[in-house]
Nanobody, 127 residues
Framework: QVRLVESGGDSVETGGSLRLSCTRS????????MAWFRQAPGKEREGVAR????????YYADSVKGRFTISQDNANNILYLQMNDLKPEDTATYYC????????????????????WGQGTQVTVSS
């Protein structure tokens, strides 16, 4: 069982920045694929970034490429999402997800790939 806890959500103005954190309950798995998703009211959950823990090859959705950066603190089992140049359309609940695996899904970040989910943290961007 993997427990994920997100934090760092807040309300900011357009152009602002936030850093989200996802703390994983344990570091037993040497190979684990982790991702950030978001869901705005009335919309489907969207994958925005993912990385295979320990690798240097993150993947970003086109909607956030160049503005969001995923990073890892493996000593403390924390996954970060640095979000810069925020826009009102980034407003959503952001979720962390994980799947023990030696690889991540190919190309598009897919909800069904992930086994464990956090409860989410709210990000609101005002214009």
């Amino acid at each position: 069982q993997v427990r994920l806890v997100e934090s760092g959500g807040d309300s900011v103005e357009t152009g602002g920045s936030l850093r989200l954190s996802c703390t994983r309950s344990e570091g037993r798995y040497r190979n684990i694929c982790m991702a950030w998703f978001r869901q705005a009211p009335g919309k489907e959950r969207e994958g925005v970034a993912r990385v295979l823990i320990g690798s240097l090859n993150p993947y970003y959705a086109d909607s956030v490429k160049g503005r969001f950066t995923i990073s890892q603190d493996n000593a403390n089992n924390i996954l970060y999402l640095q979000m810069n140049d925020l826009k009102p359309e980034d407003t959503a609940t952001y979720y962390c997800a994980a799947r023990p695996s030696v690889y991540c899904e190919s190309k598009q970040i897919t909800m069904s790939w992930y086994e464990y989910w956090g409860q989410g943290t709210q990000v609101t961007v005002s214009s």
